[in-house]
């Protein structure tokens, strides 16, 4: 009589791409933790410091006014040094969790802009010509990585494309005309546009990790 073999139930399933998975969905969720968090964050202690400045004006006042004064320097800076390494960290999370068809060169100048914005808070308006440098490197990375991926975007989500391709030429124009006419309110609407965006940003990579 033939000896019965034992049959074992084949698992289809392996550790190791769940294990991938898993780390995947840990840094889409830690980015957007990180910008939804640090964005709140930074809106709350420029807020902060804005009413510690004694007699501080939206409409004459450049935001980087906010990082001299004894009583809102504090606030002012760790805002931009917090926001900055949070945008650095976001950068390379999304790099890390690979979800996200973003070109490895707009995140390299997302981190870049990281850095700068941290350096707008350590090199403060009276230590020239660094903290110019550092204001507008963050605003220019920025706005380069947001056109380089709204540029790759056109092809695959071409609304979406043409939205951040346009937000990146427009957060440029802010800039160029705010230096030139030192028009503070000008600078505002391009830092709160920037915030606002992060924000939305890191909004939907949580809804999109919840919803997966």
Same mark, same amino acid.
Request: hydrophobic share 50%; charged share 10%.
């Given at each position: 009589?033939?000896?019965?073999?034992?049959?074992?139930?084949?698992?289809?399933?392996? $550790?190791?791409? +769940? !294990?991938?998975?898993?780390?995947?969905?840990?840094?889409?969720?830690w980015? =957007?933790?990180?910008?939804?968090?640090s964005m %709140?964050?930074?809106?709350?202690l420029?807020? $902060?410091?804005?009413?510690?400045? #004694?007699?501080?004006?939206f409409?004459?006042?450049?935001?980087?006014?906010?990082? +001299?004064?004894?009583? !809102?320097?504090?606030?002012?800076?760790?805002?931009?040094? %917090?926001a900055? &390494?949070? +945008?650095?960290? @976001?950068?390379?999370a999304?790099?890390?969790?690979?979800?996200? !068809?973003?070109?490895?060169?707009?995140? $390299?100048?997302?981190g870049?802009?990281?850095?700068?914005?941290?350096?707008? =808070?350590?090199?403060?308006?009276?230590e020239? #010509?660094?903290?110019?440098?550092?204001?507008? =490197? @963050?605003? &220019?990375?920025?706005?380069? !990585?947001?056109?380089?991926? =709204?540029?790759?975007?056109?092809?695959?989500k071409?609304?979406?494309?043409?939205?951040g391709?346009a937000?990146?030429?427009l $957060?440029?124009?802010? +800039?160029?005309?705010s230096?030139?006419?030192?028009?503070?309110?000008l600078?505002?609407?391009?830092?709160?546009?920037?915030?606002?965006?992060? @924000?939305g940003?890191? &909004?939907?990579?949580?809804?999109?990790h919840?919803?997966?």
């Amino acid at each position: 009589m033939a000896r019965s073999r034992s049959t074992q139930p084949t698992n289809h399933f392996t $550790l190791r791409p +769940v !294990s991938k998975s898993i780390k995947e969905n840990d840094w889409a969720r830690w980015a =957007g933790f990180v910008a939804v968090i640090s964005m %709140l964050a930074f809106a709350s202690l420029v807020f $902060l410091a804005v009413q510690n400045y #004694p007699g501080y004006s939206f409409s004459a006042n450049f935001l980087s006014d906010l990082g +001299v004064h004894p009583a !809102s320097a504090a606030l002012f800076n760790s805002a931009c040094i %917090l926001a900055g &390494l949070s +945008v650095a960290f @976001f950068a390379v999370a999304i790099h890390k969790s690979q979800r996200y !068809s973003v070109k490895p060169v707009a995140l $390299l100048f997302l981190g870049i802009a990281g850095f700068f914005l941290a350096g707008v =808070g350590l090199y403060t308006e009276h230590e020239q #010509p660094m903290h110019f440098f550092a204001t507008g =490197g @963050f605003f &220019l990375f920025t706005a380069f !990585s947001v056109m380089l991926t =709204g540029v790759d975007w056109i092809k695959q989500k071409r609304t979406l494309g043409i939205f951040g391709l346009a937000g990146g030429v427009l $957060l440029v124009g802010f +800039v160029v005309i705010s230096a030139l006419s030192e028009q503070p309110l000008l600078q505002k609407f391009a830092v709160g546009a920037t915030v606002l965006g992060f @924000f939305g940003l890191g &909004l939907g990579v949580l809804h999109d990790h919840w919803k997966n």
